[in-house]
């Protein structure tokens, strides 16, 4: 009675998830769509005291069938309109800072966003090489079309597998991250709007692991586009968008950095369209909170990170990358960042703010003083005292120097360093992570000086990290036992392959933006010219095996899309490196003179960031 009562409410709730993602004509959908924007409206009022540092936190109401079927037939909200009134709930300030990102003025703006419209006319008319022209012919085939309009595109389109094509005839959020960047850079902007519209249409809806609800706020991993029999007519049929929150996903990972990075393509597309208007709706501002409500809820956690399970992020299998790994706290930091200047400003942002503000701040003094080595931090720890019981340890995370291992003593060059792949207590993962580091850069949570230390590093170690294609997802890679208990003998990820120390050429165009943020575009140069030099005679890969990328990866898709758009990226943005700043943020020194913590004012206990033995410079 029971099972079959699931299976009812399962049923009704597959029902219900096929309609809201019909595809309507524009007149059926105008009623459904004021519906479904007053219903975010309502939402994002009440979003206002979520993240709030007072601990009253926002809970989204739970699902409600009846309410949901009144939204059902909604198209996908396209035109919605500005926000009008401020919502007035908010508790009142503060004392700590509330302050938003620093507002430019309106003729710097307008400076800026025209010198970005020149440059991207400087990239439509420019001259391509054959390698680029391919490039586009192949990512214009990858576009994925939703009632009529380019929505995004596939993973990968590989017709030597298209038997096997798993999840990789889906749009993944991260993966079109890139091919989003493409089109902006060619001044296409319309099928990353909506893109942005749609994922946004996918966040608020039901999606359960057996019966289990993730939190509201998560943003699928991928969607894909579905053809469906229209009422039971077998002639006709329509389109609906069926998301996968990794309740299909090989290992049932959840994205957490899909929302991430949403936010940050929120902003990329605002900067360079000047198109302002569309992060200043109000679905689009209650899909940021939403993502934020659900990064910076209260948890257990002791740290600033955010604890994440095993293969949430890129790496999306089991790699040993739970607990808090770089490449999720280097996107947080920037959707953080990016979030800040997009969050509309008004009586009831003022919590959302301040808490923005308390994390960032926090978060990067958190990974600046305990994720970074050199040579002398490892020579440190190499002399670290265990078991220190007191607010001022040094040795806070208990870390037994005996982890420090083998490959690191030699491996560590003299100039440089990196932000080590994850910390927790009594564990330091040693391995270098390029997204994390680059993403690093590419937001100013590194300092200026480690950012400079990362680059250096990567130049020292170029065979190891860009060798015959750049670049390696990490380095080195899990062996034996390690590679045994770690990865649970995954014969995919065995040495060397695939997230374990394959290479990725989608990196290429990360890498391009750190260099160029950094002022050396002649690395990002260098590797490209790696890359250009193989891609397409080796049909587009995914990833590449071998300790130096020598071997296409053994199960590697070709025509990978993000490789493609990777390269696209790469190439405009060596071409045009103003543009970089769509996705880059400078540091923000306020950000390093606050500490929200009341422990300052207190004799008794001292503030351990204040007492921090190596105050991390900019
Ligand atoms: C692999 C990658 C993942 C990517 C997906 C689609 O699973 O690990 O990061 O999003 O393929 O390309």
């Known amino acids: 009675m029971a099972a079959a009562a699931v299976s009812h409410l399962r049923r009704g709730h597959a029902l219900l998830y096929l309609l809201q993602r019909r595809c309507f004509s524009s007149a059926a959908a105008a ?33 409600d069938p009846f309410r949901v ?55 439509r008319c420019r001259e391509e090489s054959p390698h680029e022209k391919e490039a586009w012919r192949l990512l214009g085939r990858s576009i994925v079309n939703y009632c009529g309009t380019a929505v995004g595109t596939v993973a990968a389109n590989d017709p030597s597998t298209a038997s096997q094509m798993l999840n990789y005839d889906q749009v993944f959020i991260r993966d079109f991250v890139p091919s989003a960047i493409a089109f902006l850079l060619k001044g296409e902007g319309d099928i990353v709007k909506n893109f942005l519209l749609h994922t946004l249409q996918l966040q608020s809806w039901e999606k359960t692991v057996d019966c289990y609800s993730p939190g509201q706020g998560l943003m699928p991993a991928s969607f894909k586009v579905r053809s469906i029999p229209l009422d039971g007519n077998s002639e006709a049929f329509e389109e609906v968008l069926d998301p996968d929150f990794g309740e299909s996903a090989i290992g049932r990972v959840a994205p957490v950095d899909s929302g991430l990075w949403w936010i940050i393509l929120l902003r990329a597309y605002g900067k360079i369209t000047g198109d302002y208007a569309l992060q200043d709706r109000v679905d689009v501002q209650t899909g940021i909170r939403l993502i934020l409500n659900l990064c910076l809820s209260d948890g257990f956690d002791m740290f600033p990170t955010l604890l994440v399970t095993d293969g949430s992020c890129m790496i999306d299998r089991r790699m040993g990358i739970h607990g808090h790994p770089l ?59 265990t078991e220190e019981y007191s607010h001022d340890a040094i040795n806070k995370f208990n870390i037994y120097p005996e982890q ?35 993403w690093a850069i590419v937001s100013s949570l590194a300092t200026q000086r480690q950012a400079e230390g990362i680059l250096n590093l990567i130049e020292a170690k170029w065979d190891d990290i860009v060798a015959n294609m750049p670049l390696k997802i990490c380095y080195p890679a899990l062996e034996y036992e390690e590679w045994r208990i770690i990865t649970g003998s995954d014969p995919k990820n065995t040495p060397w ?122």
Request: aromatic share 10%; with cysteine.
């Open 404 to 438: 420090i291992p083998y490959w690191l003593a030699d491996w560590i060059p003299e100039k440089g360093g990196y932000l080590i792949g994850n910390l927790q207590p009594a564990h330091m993962d040693f391995r270098f992570f390029s997204l994390g580091n680059l």
């Open 31 to 63: 009623a459904p769509l004021a519906a479904a924007a007053a219903a975010r409206r309502l939402l994002s009022t009440s979003v206002e005291s979520g993240a709030s540092s007072t601990g009253q936190d926002y809970k989204p109401p739970l699902f």
């Open 497 to 618: 392959s695939y997230h374990n120390g394959g290479s990725w050429p989608t990196l290429l165009w990360q890498f391009t933006l750190a260099c160029i943020k950094m002022g050396r575009r002649d690395l990002a140069q260098r590797a490209v010219e790696v890359a250009e030099k193989r891609l397409s005679d080796d049909k587009w890969p995914e990833y590449y095996d071998t300790r130096t990328g020598r071997f296409i990866g053994k199960q590697s898709r070709l025509y990978q899309t993000w490789t493609i758009a990777g390269y696209l990226s790469s190439k405009m943005l060596l071409d045009c490196p103003e543009l970089a700043s769509i996705l880059t943020c400078e540091e923000d020194l306020e950000l390093l003179e606050g500490c929200a913590c009341s422990l300052n004012k207190s004799a008794r206990t001292k503030c351990s960031r204040r007492a921090a033995r190596s105050q991390v410079l900019v």
């Open 327 to 385: 490449e999720i706290q280097s996107l947080f930091y920037s959707a953080l960042r990016c979030a800040r200047e997009m969050v509309s400003i008004n009586d009831g942002s003022n919590n959302l703010i301040r808490a923005i503000n308390n994390r960032l701040s926090a978060l990067s003094f958190h990974i600046r003083e305990y994720y970074w080595v050199d040579m002398k931090k490892i020579n440190e720890i190499y002399r670290y005292k």
């Open 69 to 123: 079927a009144t939204l059902a037939s909604s198209a996908p909200p396209l035109e919605s309109p500005p926000i009008e009134e401020p919502p007035n709930d908010a508790p009142p300030p503060e004392e700590a800072s509330a302050a938003a990102a620093p507002e430019k003025d309106v003729v710097a703006c307008q400076h800026e966003l025209e010198g970005m419209k020149a440059a991207v006319e400087s990239l």
